[in-house]
């Protein structure tokens, strides 16, 4: 099994930052790919950013040049840079990872956390 443990939510006055972690756990061969989601209530979970083992990133419109994907790959670990908050950011951010293992190539979600943008 995998586990996903994320850190670094909270309250946060508009123009702020703050910075997420996730650190991934457990039976793993080797991670593909690393990311953020996002999800308000009555809304579909979507993309904020993702990163591939190459090294490769992918983010939402609405957070680019705003927010920043990296990844530790020795500690199975990715971080989500978040300037320049605005309360539309407000949600719950979910980390996903795409994990290959000996039963498989599967996703894996955290727990999330949750980011509030506002005064």
């Known amino acids: 099994q995998v586990q996903l443990l994320e850190s670094g939510g909270g309250l946060v006055q508009p123009g702020g930052s703050l910075r997420l972690s996730c650190a991934a756990s457990g039976s793993i061969f080797s991670i593909n790919a690393m990311g953020w989601y996002r999800q308000t209530i009555g809304k579909q979970r979507e993309l904020v950013a993702v990163q591939t083992s190459a090294g490769i990133t992918n983010y939402a419109d609405s957070v680019k040049g705003r927010f920043t994907i990296s990844r530790d790959n020795d500690k199975n670990t990715v971080y989500l840079q978040s300037d320049s908050l605005k309360p539309e950011d407000t949600a719950v951010y979910y980390c996903?990872?795409?994990?290959?293992?000996?039963?498989?190539?599967?996703?894996?979600w955290g727990q999330g956390t949750q980011v509030t943008v506002s005064s």
């Open positions: 996903y990872a795409f994990v290959e293992n000996w039963r498989g190539t599967f996703n894996y």
